[in-house]
T-cell receptor, first 113, second 107 residues
Framework: GAGVSQSPSNKVTEKGKDVELRCDPI?????LYWYRQRLGQGLEFLIY????????KSGLPSDRFSAERTGESVSTLTIQRTQQEDSAVYLC???????????FGPGTRLTVL | KNEVEQSPQNLTAQEGEFITINCSYS?????LHWLQQHPGGGIVSLFM???GKKKHGRLIATINIQEKHSSLHITASHPRDSAVYIC?????????FGSGTQLTVLP
């Protein structure tokens, strides 16, 4: 597709369950970013990939959070043993080497009951 | 003190007014981004700038590196400009976000 896509668009889960969020970046974009936006709050940086390497994981809030990227394509963000405080919109963005402009996906709204 | 501060937090304007949103930051940066978040939650990147000024349609963004300050201007504002405008600073690897400015343009 032409833009960044994310799936699922909405996810409701029970506390303690694991969830996996997917991001498909724009084809050819080597950089991929994950962000989180809690209700009524600003965006928080989670992790950055250059290719399939993650040189900056400093934003991951706990060891329950992990992310992978296959080559320069799909990335998955996994949250284990979800907690209610994990409820947020998880946004993915990608950018190319030629320009640092980040293109955002529509986000995944995660609700932990 | 937040690393990125925006002002005002909320802004209501009449259609046609000239609007300015300000962003001040306290960290060293390689670039500053202005983002627009629509009521449905979608985010669009408006500008990325590291010096000077950029213009796109009715939007103008300026940055003063020495003063660590940027402004986003909207000329001839329109109700469809109503959104949250977010300033973000940092490098290509990590961005620190301001809390956003909620803009409402009334017809």
């Amino acid at each position: 597709g032409a833009g960044v896509s994310q799936s699922p668009s909405n996810k409701v889960t029970e506390k303690g369950k694991d969830v996996e969020l997917r991001c498909d970046p724009i084809s050819g974009h080597t950089a991929l970013y994950w962000y989180r936006q809690r209700l009524g709050q600003g965006l928080e940086f989670l992790i950055y990939f250059q290719g399939n390497s993650a040189p900056d994981k400093s934003g991951l809030p706990s060891d329950r959070f992990s992310a992978e990227r296959t080559g320069e394509s799909v990335s998955t963000l996994t949250i284990q043993r979800t907690q209610q405080e994990d409820s947020a919109v998880y946004l993915c963005a990608s950018s190319s080497l030629r320009t640092d402009t980040q293109y955002f996906g529509p986000g995944t709204r995660l609700t932990v009951l | 003190k937040n690393e990125v501060e925006q002002s005002p937090q909320n802004l209501t304007a009449q259609e046609g007014e000239f609007i300015t949103i300000n962003c001040s930051y306290s960290v060293g940066i390689s670039a500053l981004h202005w983002l627009q978040q629509h009521p449905g939650g979608g985010i669009v990147s408006l500008f990325m700038l590291s010096s000077g000024k950029k213009k796109h349609g009715r939007l103008i963004a300026t940055i003063n590196i020495q003063e660590k300050h940027s402004s986003l201007h909207i000329t001839a504002s329109h109700p469809r400009d109503s959104a949250v405008y977010i300033c973000a600073v940092g490098s290509a690897r990590q961005l620190t976000f301001g809390s956003g400015t909620q803009l409402t343009v009334l017809p």
